[in-house]
């Protein structure tokens, strides 16, 4: 879970690039200049990746095709803000080292480790789009997992 924690912090702050709008011509501010208010980071109320995390001040969120990954990604549902992260046997893990937890089932059993998560979340984009034939991962001992059906 720590790793599906990582990847969702990772890529609401990756995918962000400075604003050149902001950048200052010169020291001195004309009067006319309005004071923009900074956003924090994190909006406790957002209910998705997109809503939760905000670019950090002077950044912009790059574009994602409606269709993409990472448009799939930014809309995956989230817990409340604040929400703990729990083992799959509903047993509280003992870290406070999360920015949000997703909302979504694991089951019952102790089936989703490390990059599990994530292999599993661009599975069910795939499968959700019906490009089954996306479903595929080349293992370290060079064994092919494919999706049948």
């Known amino acids: ?85 729990l083992f799959y046997d509903g047993s509280l893990k003992n870290s406070n080292k999360h920015a949000a937890v997703l909302d979504m089932d694991i089951g019952d059993r102790d089936l989703q480790q490390c990059a599990d998560a994530i292999m599993r979340i661009r599975a069910e984009y795939f499968f959700n789009r019906k490009e089954y034939d996306q479903i595929s991962y080349h293992f370290v001992n060079s064994f092919n997992a494919d999706y049948s059906r």
């Open 1 to 85: 879970m720590y790793y599906l924690n990582l990847a969702i912090l990772l890529l609401s702050t990756l995918s962000c690039q400075p604003s050149t709008e902001h950048i200052a011509q010169s020291n001195t501010i004309p009067s006319s200049t309005s004071i923009k208010t900074i956003e924090p980071i994190i909006n406790s109320s957002g209910r998705t990746i997109l809503e939760r995390f905000n670019p950090p001040s002077g950044y912009v969120r790059q574009h994602c095709s409606a269709d993409s990954f990472g448009e799939y990604l930014r809309n995956l549902p989230l817990k409340p803000n604040g929400s703990p992260v």
